[in-house]
């Protein structure tokens, strides 16, 4: 289990993540590799080598986690709410 400090407002707070797997799809067109991720609308990139579009959707796929993670906090901020994980196999 991974772990981070995120803000959310003017409060850093520890958060835990955990691994996950995505599907990455690339393709060559012309000189570039475009890529993105089948289960992650949004996580899309354009490099000229396949390692840069691999990293580069790597730290996409990343950075629209933890977008989504403070947005969520933002909304939940002081709601009775139940937090539970929920693990699947698809």
């Known amino acids: ?5 995120i803000m ?6 520890l958060v835990f993540y955990m691994q996950n797997s995505f599907t990455a799809v690339f393709e ?3 000189d ?3 890529g993105y991720v089948q289960e992650l609308p949004g996580a899309n990139v354009q490099e000229k080598t396949l390692e840069e ?4 959707l790597r730290e996409a796929i990343e950075l ?9 906090e933002q909304q939940l901020c002081g709601k009775d709410v139940v937090r539970e994980q929920i693990t699947i196999t698809a």
């Open 1 to 5: 289990m991974l772990k981070s400090y």
């Open 8 to 13: 959310i407002g003017k409060t850093e707070k």
């Open 28 to 30: 060559k067109i012309d």
């Open 32 to 34: 570039w590799y475009i």
């Open 53 to 56: 579009a691999r990293e580069s």
């Open 64 to 72: 629209i986690l933890v977008s989504n993670r403070e947005l969520a």
